[in-house]
């Protein structure tokens, strides 16, 4: 009598991809479409087996010691399946992938409400140019997914160089290169990343938003009002309770002088920005060269 055969069957349902949304001067004709939630659930690689399922999808929040973060990363490490998987997941992030941030945005997308997507335009309305709903969420992107690969002097000398240069993709491009050598580092090295608790990525991100959006102005009450409904869209776990407690305290502490600058924060003369300028144009013009 031979040995009892073991099917394991995978069934991959694909769903269109959301419209991209590349530029920040480029927002969709309703404004609110950039973070609304889509009606239909994401996609999602189910391996069925006994009548039970399990939903294979990434989100940065994810548990790593649960069923779902476990299958994935077996999925992931398979070279057929998991490339299947990357195929037909339209978030992404399958296995131990980074999360690159036009993915970030779709599952901030999923999880915001019309009072959390009204939250980022009117905190633009606020701090102009700089406080663009796609700056906020590229510093966002840096301390949710970056934690523990980029140094926090990286982070706050990136998005001070956005709120000068403007161009949004060219940063999202260095940082994620930055984050992909870190990650292949410290995989030679065998040591993989610290776990950050999501309060503290919470925190990071609103110093990333203060960087980038108010240079060294205070925190007036309707800002902290709405990074406190930003913040708690984009991190839910942490709960409401302690993003506010973070948003105060920050604001009290730059209100009274406790806050010490941050790197990259110092205010520039004309012809150090000018140079700056230069410097960017010059990456630019060499990444294009080389596509």
Same mark, same amino acid.
Request: aromatic share 6%; net charge positive; glycine share 8%.
């Given at each position: 009598?031979?040995?009892?055969?073991?099917?394991?069957?995978? &069934?991959?349902? *694909?769903?269109?991809?959301?419209?991209?949304?590349?530029?920040?001067?480029?927002?969709?004709?309703?404004?609110?479409?950039?973070?609304?939630? *889509?009606?239909?659930?994401?996609?999602?690689? /189910?391996?069925?087996?006994?009548?039970?399922?399990?939903?294979?999808?990434?989100?940065?929040?994810?548990?790593?010691?649960?069923?779902?973060?476990? @299958?994935?990363?077996?999925?992931?490490? /398979?070279?057929?399946? =998991?490339?299947?998987?990357?195929?037909?997941?339209?978030?992404?992030?399958?296995?131990?992938?980074?999360?690159?941030?036009?993915?970030?945005?779709?599952?901030?997308?999923?999880?915001?409400?019309?009072?959390?997507?009204? @939250?980022? $335009?009117?905190?633009?309305?606020?701090?102009?140019?700089?406080?663009?709903?796609?700056?906020?969420?590229?510093?966002?992107? /840096?301390?949710?997914?970056?934690?523990? /690969?980029? !140094?926090?002097?990286?982070?706050?000398?990136?998005?001070?160089?956005?709120?000068?240069?403007?161009?949004?993709?060219?940063?999202?491009?260095?940082?994620?290169?930055?984050?992909?050598?870190?990650?292949?580092?410290?995989?030679?090295?065998?040591?993989?990343?610290?776990?950050?608790?999501?309060?503290?990525?919470?925190?990071?991100?609103?110093?990333?938003? $203060?960087?980038?959006?108010?240079?060294?102005?205070?925190?007036?009450?309707?800002?902290?009002?709405?990074?406190? &409904?930003?913040?708690?869209?984009?991190?839910?776990?942490?709960?409401?309770?302690?993003?506010?407690?973070?948003?105060?305290?920050?604001?009290?502490?730059?209100?009274? =002088?406790?806050? !010490?600058? $941050?790197?990259?924060?110092?205010?520039?003369?004309?012809? @150090?920005?000018?140079?700056?300028?230069?410097?960017?144009?010059?990456?630019?013009?060499?990444?294009?060269?080389?596509?």
């Amino acid at each position: 009598m031979g040995a009892p055969t073991v099917t394991l069957t995978l &069934t991959l349902t *694909r769903h269109p991809p959301p419209p991209p949304l590349t530029s920040s001067s480029l927002l969709p004709p309703n404004r609110l479409l950039l973070l609304l939630p *889509r009606r239909s659930s994401s996609a999602a690689a /189910l391996v069925g087996g006994g009548g039970g399922m399990i939903r294979v999808a990434a989100y940065m929040e994810r548990n790593p010691n649960s069923a779902g973060a476990i @299958a994935s990363k077996l999925i992931g490490a /398979l070279p057929v399946v =998991g490339l299947l998987a990357r195929i037909f997941a339209d978030e992404g992030g399958v296995g131990d992938d980074i999360v690159d941030f036009a993915e970030f945005r779709r599952r901030v997308g999923k999880k915001c409400g019309v009072t959390d997507s009204q @939250a980022f $335009y009117e905190f633009r309305d606020r701090r102009g140019r700089a406080g663009d709903p796609l700056y906020v969420l590229l510093c966002c992107w /840096l301390a949710a997914v970056g934690a523990g /690969l980029l !140094k926090s002097e990286e982070i706050f000398e990136g998005v001070a160089r956005l709120r000068i240069s403007n161009d949004i993709e060219f940063e999202e491009e260095t940082f994620l290169a930055m984050m992909n050598a870190a990650k292949e580092k410290r995989a030679t090295l065998k040591s993989p990343p610290p776990e950050i608790p999501m309060e503290i990525r919470a925190e990071k991100a609103l110093e990333g938003i $203060y960087v980038c959006c108010f240079g060294q102005d205070p925190i007036e009450e309707e800002d902290a009002k709405l990074l406190r &409904t930003i913040l708690n869209a984009v991190f839910p776990s942490v709960g409401r309770p302690k993003i506010d407690r973070i948003v105060t305290s920050m604001a009290q502490q730059i209100a009274s =002088g406790e806050r !010490k600058s $941050y790197p990259g924060q110092k205010t520039l003369s004309k012809e @150090a920005v000018e140079r700056q300028m230069k410097d960017l144009e010059f990456l630019q013009q060499k990444r294009e060269n080389s596509i």
